[in-house]
């Protein structure tokens, strides 16, 4: 760490990413198409996409060549879509009209470290569509007032992990990988939006509600289509502005921040699960729950039931094809065993030492730097990142744990959605938990958590305790919402079938069409 660098905090900071899925329609051999990529005349939909109406008019790209065999055509045809989603997000929809958001594209959805030299000569040798895009721009850059320079903008990047082409030429997707539902013809791509930052939480809905009415007025965009590890996902970074080392651990949060938003959000997890699909519940490869498939809970299932393999076996998932890695024997459960000191402080807030999870907590509270934390919450497959991921917050450690430093916090329940009132929502309530967690007064923590805790609050009850006045959905409203259409066995050929299954699978343009 570079002792000479001035360290201070200043107010939480925040940004979102949110996938959604985008399907392309390869044109038939007799109806072919001139470009690449084009939206055709309203009658040639008519006659053969789906998932095409006259009411809603929003229009699926159609391609002129087989991207599900090649690789070539498949990233042109990424350079045409988020050349499409940036000129989308960032200016109003009429003739004339000149940006009023910052947007970039980027071929992946994690910036590099450095500059890489080779991007000049790749675009120099690149057709004029791959020049539109930003290739350089997505370089983490300076960190200036508790962030990287890349997030100064909005950026939109393709997110191949959550693709899918049937048929694929390369090794993308492993057997696990099931491709999303829907007719044949259809290829998916899986487009990732990340916001700027934002410290004013006004600013960030005012711009977040321009870039998803924007987006969900141009495009036919589902959040609903993918199935097991194929699925989109909403994800909230939380960080602070200020100016530090960003490779010193104690900033943006230290250790007992840490230790009080791990505790919230254990506390939390059973009612704050009820505003997010049901498949969040049990995704435990890449957002593992706090109560679910991580370190910590195993350590947990061991001391209540020893004859179980907790690295091959979790209750409430079913069978499964676990994917050790390298990290999943970094620790043991008695590096997290509580000393003197930690046990002492620990039980100076009353609602934790009378938790009805002293194995849990006492872990939590046990562990004596952030690398330890941080992978004790995470899922006991690589040590990956879990529903609630402190990986931004510490350095790689090679055989225990990998970050990309961002020096965030991230919170990786919710699914993919473009409702602005939704991932508001689940914005502010994770403002109050972070927030609470890094107040200077313990008495006011141990106030916040008396007003939360007790799983038989629900979630109406703990946002009464914190203070929110949110109007949410119901648990059954959001199931349907964020579910798969059913399609029966046999029938899935069947272009009647799509054509009513459409609405479902689609979000609505914003004035609910």
């Known amino acids: 760490m570079d002792t000479s660098v001035e360290r201070e905090t200043g107010p939480l900071t925040f940004g979102v990413e949110i996938e959604v899925f985008l399907p392309v329609l390869k044109a038939p051999e007799n109806k072919s198409i001139e470009k690449p990529l084009e939206f055709p005349a309203n009658d040639w939909y008519e006659k053969n996409c789906v998932f095409y109406t006259k009411e809603d008019g929003r229009k699926i790209p159609v391609v ?8 070539e055509a498949r990233q042109a045809i990424w350079n045409e879509l988020l050349e499409l989603f940036k000129e989308t997000m960032e200016k109003p929809d009429c003739r004339g009209a000149k940006p009023d958001l910052r947007v970039m594209t980027a071929e992946t959805e994690h910036p590099r470290q450095t500059f890489n030299p080779g991007h000049k000569e790749q675009q120099a040798n690149a057709s004029a569509a791959d020049k539109k895009l930003d290739l350089d ?54 487009i990732e939006i990340k916001s700027k930052v934002y410290k004013d939480l006004d600013l960030f809905e005012r711009d977040l509600k321009k870039v998803c009415d924007r987006i969900r007025s141009r495009f036919l965009v589902s959040i609903n289509c993918g199935r097991k590890y194929n699925r989109s996902s909403t994800h909230v970074h939380v960080g602070r502005s200020g100016k530090w080392d960003p490779n010193d651990e104690d900033l943006p949060f230290n250790l007992l921040e840490a230790k009080k938003m791990a505790t919230a959000m254990y506390m939390l997890e059973p009612a704050l699960m009820t505003l997010h699909a049901p498949w969040k519940r049990h995704y435990h490869r890449y957002a593992a729950g706090l109560r ?3 370190y910590l809970e195993g350590f947990c299932e061991q001391e209540r039931t020893p004859e179980v393999d907790w690295k091959t076996e979790f209750v409430g998932l079913g069978p499964f094809d676990p994917k050790p890695g390298l990290g999943d024997k ?29 194995a849990a907590m006492g872990m939590i509270w046990g562990a004596d730097d952030m690398t330890k934390l941080a992978w004790l919450l ?13 990986h931004g917050l510490v350095r790689t450690k090679e055989g225990v744990i990998g970050s990309r430093n961002l020096n965030t916090v991230e919170f990786r329940h919710m699914h993919g959605s473009l409702d602005v009132q939704d991932i508001m929502n ?23 958590l008396r007003l939360i805790s ?13 203070g929110l006045k949110l109007s949410i959905k119901s648990a059954e409203q959001v199931a349907a919402e964020t579910s ?3 399609i029966l066995v046999g029938r899935e050929e069947r272009e009647d079938i799509w054509r009513r299954k459409g609405s479902l699978m689609f979000l609505s343009k914003p004035d609910g069409s």
């Open 330 to 358: 970094a620790y043991t459960r008695n590096n997290f065993r509580l000393d003197d000191h930690q046990q002492q402080l620990m039980e100076s807030f009353s609602p934790i030492a009378k938790s009805p999870y002293p």
């Open 378 to 390: 995470s899922c006991r497959e690589g040590a990956r990142r879990g529903i609630f991921a402190l």
């Open 137 to 190: 721009p997505n370089v983490l850059g300076k960190f200036v007032d508790g962030h990287y320079e890349v997030y100064d903008s909005w950026t939109v990047c393709q997110d191949g992990s959550g693709s899918w082409y049937p048929g694929v030429d390369g090794d993308l997707f492993q057997p696990s990988k099931v491709p999303p539902i829907g007719p044949r013809g259809y290829s998916w791509f899986s």
């Open 426 to 448: 689940w914005v502010r309530i994770i403002e109050k938990v972070v927030s609470s967690s890094i107040t200077e007064s313990d008495r006011s923590y141990e106030e916040f």
């Open 64 to 71: 002129k060549d087989d991207v599900q065999v090649s690789k």
């Open 484 to 486: 798969p259409p059913q």
């Open 292 to 294: 679910g498939y991580t």
């Open 454 to 466: 007790g799983d038989a609050k629900g979630i109406a009850g703990i946002l009464k305790g914190m």
